[in-house]
């Protein structure tokens, strides 16, 4: 057999990421190549291998984007480039329900290239389900029927659907892609003998943060999608199932809703507050704007002897440290009997996971506030209160390469050593571009983030979240509207952007 790649045709789900399959996200994330439809929401491609070749087939409802026969050859294609890669072809919901993964399939076979299907959960039954409607349902349905309200004949163009038989039908009706002509059907279905008062249900754009449900009837369907702008990706539901959506709507309306923040982490730290922000209801878009790397090597273990204070002034700084210190062959042994600065909450957080409790920390949380605190003992020390002393020299600074000197300046005597570096992130991949250009607002915890931000792309969401005073100059410098934490964590920033939405500002 031909040396190709292994094509996985993969369901990502109906768009919350969580219904993405344990299997699927195992696949995304050893990808070579990501080939995606329109469909696949940007939190499930945030989980692709950050390195993996990102194609996007996706299909616009006006447009097609690439024809179905493209996609199919594109596969056939990236399984030759790639003969030992994992090659993902990821679809909205199944990939075997209206996904046209057969098709895709039979091509593959008839290339002899290797694949394997990994379902996902159908929008078809979970969209339902987030408006709190069962598609079955002891005593109302029976059966469910799912119909695409979209093929048409190629006899005569029309819709290929059996309406008689339809409305004969007792069970639930699904219909995918059908709000274009829902007008269309519910009348012929009446016609067919259907009840005009069987009730019916729009979801639009569910298990997402923009789900929507409009509820209506048979004879009302055509009115209520333009009155309501009802707008796709939408299912259509009809049955008497309907109604337990009126009691059974479980899926809250969140402070953040609706809201697309994008995040300007680097991609490790930012799990934290993506998940407090998608507990509130927002969609997040990760979008880290800078990388840090460890700078090895420049220094020499053994003068760590030589301070008595070690500060530091960021996660990473810690997080370098540390890494290099076991690397070296080091262990936290090595700290014993030294006193330990942190700039505010967050660094002092990451020291307690390395089992290291700070002794100094100031109440404001900035660099200046840190240098003021030292130099307050280092004085102390010199009116003789010797328990508290500290001897200027033997301090020890742990800084990126971009760190300001506030602290140098406060402390001129100290030494620095810079234990990681920080570089920009070139360029926004092209799958999150679009994402980007219509979120609400973004979250800059550094002004690096904003200087990297604006340099890559000219998207301004009106607003801004910032962390810290410095972070917030630097975006009004760029003409962002800025909402500013009250204190230097993430807790106080995400508390903020909570109330901003609630004082109904969006
Ligand atoms: N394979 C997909 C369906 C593809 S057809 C699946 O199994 O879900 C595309 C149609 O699916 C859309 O026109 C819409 O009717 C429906 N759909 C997909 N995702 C949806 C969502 N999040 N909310 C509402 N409808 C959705």
Request: charged content about 25%; hydrophobic content about 40%.
């Given at each position: ?8 045709l ?6 919350d ?7 699927g ?8 190549v990501?080939?995606?439809d ?23 409802p ?56 990994v ?5 078809a ?10 598609v ?27 309406f ?17 002509n ?32 409009v ?6 369907a ?6 309501e702008?009802?707008?796709a ?29 994008v ?22 878009i ?8 460890a ?6 273990w ?47 957080k ?24 030292l ?37 001129p ?15 926004l ?6 994402a980007?250009?219509s ?65 109904g500002?969006?």
């Amino acid at each position: 057999m031909a040396n190709f790649g292994h094509v996985y045709l993969i369901g990502a789900g109906p768009g919350d990421p969580g219904l993405l399959t344990i299997r699927g996200k195992e696949i995304l994330e050893r990808a070579d190549v990501v080939v995606y439809d329109r469909l696949v929401s940007p939190a499930v491609l945030g989980m692709c291998n950050s390195k993996a070749k990102m194609v996007d087939v996706g299909k616009m409802p006006t447009h097609h984007k690439v024809k179905q026969s493209e996609i199919n050859k594109l596969l056939v294609q990236y399984a030759q480039e790639y003969p030992q890669g994992i090659i993902a072809r990821l679809k909205g919901g199944d990939p075997f329900v209206f996904g046209r993964g057969g098709e895709e399939a039979l091509e593959l076979v008839d290339a002899g290239v290797e694949f394997e299907v990994v379902p996902g959960i159908t929008s078809a039954i979970s969209v339902p389900a987030y408006a709190g409607i069962p598609v079955s349902h002891r005593g109302i349905a029976t059966s469910f029927h799912i119909i695409t309200g979209h093929e048409k004949a190629e006899s005569n163009g029309e819709l290929s659907l059996d309406f008689e038989n339809l409305a004969k039908c007792q069970g639930t009706l699904i219909f995918l892609m059908g709000i274009a002509n829902m007008d269309f059907i519910a009348k012929r279905l009446m016609e067919c003998g259907k009840a005009p008062k069987t009730p019916l249900a729009f979801i639009e754009k569910g298990t997402t943060p923009y789900q929507r449900t409009v509820m209506a009837t048979l004879e009302t369907a055509g009115e209520t999608i333009v009155r309501e702008n009802v707008t796709a990706p939408a299912i259509t539901i009809m049955g008497g199932v309907v109604e337990l959506g009126k009691t059974l709507a479980w899926k809250k309306n969140l402070p953040l809703s609706g809201k697309r923040l994008v995040v300007t982490r680097a991609a490790k730290q930012a799990s934290g507050i993506t998940a407090r922000l998608t507990a509130l209801g927002a969609e997040v878009i990760e979008t880290p704007m800078i990388e840090t790397r460890a700078v090895e090597g420049s220094f020499n273990w053994a003068d760590l002897a030589n301070f008595d204070v070690l500060a530091f002034t960021s996660t990473n700084g810690v997080e370098s440290f540390f890494t290099q210190l076991l690397a070296s062959g080091n262990d936290i042994r090595v700290l014993a009997g030294k006193k330990i600065a942190s700039v505010g909450k967050i660094t002092e957080k990451k020291l307690l996971e390395y089992g290291i409790r700070c002794d100094y920390v100031p109440e404001d949380h900035t660099g200046e506030g840190l240098g003021k605190l030292l130099v307050s003992h280092v004085i102390a020390s010199e009116q003789g209160e010797r328990g508290n002393l500290i001897d200027e020299s033997r301090i020890l600074l742990l800084q990126g390469n971009l760190a300001d000197d506030t602290l140098l300046k406060l402390l001129p005597q100290a030494t620095r050593w810079v234990v990681y570096e920080t570089l920009p992130v070139a360029e926004l991949p092209e799958w999150k571009r679009e994402a980007v250009e219509s979120a609400d607002a973004i979250v800059f915890a550094s002004t690096s983030a904003v200087e990297n931000y604006v340099k890559m792309t000219d998207a301004r969401p009106r607003t801004s979240f910032c962390i810290g005073r410095m972070t917030e100059s630097a975006a009004r410098k760029h003409g962002f509207g800025t909402v500013t934490s009250d204190e230097t964590t993430m807790d106080s920033l995400v508390k903020k952007i909570a109330e901003y939405y609630a004082g109904g500002r969006a």
